[in-house]
């Protein structure tokens, strides 16, 4: 099997469930940093700020600094300062993880002849945000979101996640927003600009077929499926877009790859 240079590791299902982390996950995490093999955490959060995740992850008894995540919401600051001029004004409906992101890259807030609307998963969603949002992108402004997820794993089931409110946004305005998060290859791009390694060099490691997986294909790079969150193993096999390697945990599939 092929060494890697560099992964990218999902979160929730891959290095976590619910509030605990997976045993088998932190090891390879441990592996990883012993070997000072690169990797960075990359989410389709946008809610959180990266201190915020690494607080979490830390709290949950994986020692994590902020510069190893890698949100949706970051990667959405990133894609727009190569689209607009320094300083542009947005729209944002979002919590504080994209306001601080689209703030720390210079972007302006203002609900006033927007030159993007930017959205991610916000609880006070409303009709007001909602009318703004259209009437923005019907005037011409760029239409990005964070992500596209149409559910929000939580501890008693799934919550409408942001997809849910793009979806508002696109019938509303009539357009299609452009996603940064997985399974497209923004936040790949992002993650691997970071990181300073090639697709071809990388290992894209997650759960979820359609987000983690997919991304890996979209981004033409190989992939990892763990069996510790949300996808089986018959799921894999029934897959129209297939994961390089199937393990079912991070820890076996480490252990086994030689
Ligand atoms: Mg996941």
Same mark, same amino acid.
């Given at each position: 099997? #092929?060494?890697?240079?560099?992964?990218?590791?999902?979160?929730?299902?891959? %290095?976590?469930?619910?509030? !605990?982390? %997976?045993?088998?996950?932190? !090891?390879?995490?441990?592996?990883?940093?012993?070997?000072? =093999?690169?990797?960075?955490? /990359?989410?389709?959060?946008?809610?959180?700020?990266?201190?915020?995740?690494?607080?979490?992850?830390?709290?949950?008894?994986?020692?994590?600094?902020?510069?190893?995540?890698?949100? &949706? &919401?970051?990667?959405?600051? *990133?894609?727009?300062?190569?689209? /607009?001029?320094?300083? &542009?004004?947005?729209?944002? =409906?979002?919590?504080?993880?994209?306001?601080?992101?689209?703030?720390?890259?210079g972007?302006?807030?203002?609900?006033?002849?927007?030159?993007?609307?930017?959205?991610? =998963?916000?609880?006070?969603?409303?009709?007001? #945000?909602? #009318?703004?949002? &259209?009437?923005?992108?019907?005037?011409?402004?760029?239409?990005?979101?964070?992500n *596209?997820?149409?559910?929000?794993?939580?501890?008693?089931?799934?919550?409408?996640?942001?997809?849910? @409110?793009?979806?508002?946004? !696109?019938?509303? +305005?009539?357009?299609?927003?452009?996603? %940064?998060?997985?399974?497209?290859?923004?936040?790949?791009?992002?993650? @691997?600009?970071?990181?300073?390694?090639? +697709?071809?060099?990388?290992? %894209?490691?997650?759960?979820?077929?359609?987000?983690?997986?997919?991304a890996?294909?979209? +981004?033409?790079?190989?992939?990892? /499926?763990v @069996?510790?969150?949300?996808?089986?193993?018959?799921?894999?096999?029934?897959?129209? =877009? #297939?994961p390089?390697?199937?393990?079912?945990?991070?820890? +076996?599939?480490?252990?086994?790859? !030689?």
């Open positions: 099997m #092929k060494d890697y240079e560099a992964y990218l590791l999902d979160l929730d299902g891959t %290095i976590y469930r619910g509030s !605990r982390v %997976i045993p088998e996950a932190v !090891r390879f995490v441990q592996a990883l940093r012993q070997e000072q =093999i690169p990797f960075l955490y /990359l989410t389709n959060n946008s809610s959180a700020t990266p201190q915020e995740v690494a607080a979490r992850l830390t709290g949950m008894g994986l020692p994590t600094e902020a510069n190893e995540v890698c949100t &949706s &919401s970051m990667a959405a600051a *990133a894609f727009l300062q190569q689209q /607009l001029p320094p300083g &542009s004004s947005l729209y944002v =409906i979002g919590e504080d993880g994209l306001c601080a992101a689209l703030t720390a890259a972007f302006v807030l203002d609900p006033k002849e927007p030159q993007a609307v930017v959205i991610g =998963i916000d609880r006070a969603f409303t009709y007001e #945000k909602l #009318k703004v949002a &259209s009437q923005a992108i019907r005037s011409g402004a760029l239409f990005v979101a964070t *596209a997820d149409a559910a929000l794993p939580c501890e008693n089931g799934l919550l409408p996640g942001n997809g849910a @409110l793009v979806a508002a946004v !696109r019938t509303a +305005s009539g357009c299609e927003p452009i996603v %940064i998060g997985k399974p497209h290859k923004w936040i790949v791009d992002y993650a @691997l600009k970071r990181l300073g390694t090639s +697709s071809a060099q990388t290992l %894209i490691v997650g759960d979820n077929l359609n987000t983690d997986i997919e890996g294909h979209n +981004s033409g790079m190989d992939s990892l /499926l @069996l510790t969150g949300y996808a089986t193993a018959a799921d894999a096999r029934q897959a129209a =877009i #297939k390089t390697y199937v393990a079912p945990d991070l820890w +076996s599939w480490w252990t086994g790859r !030689r």
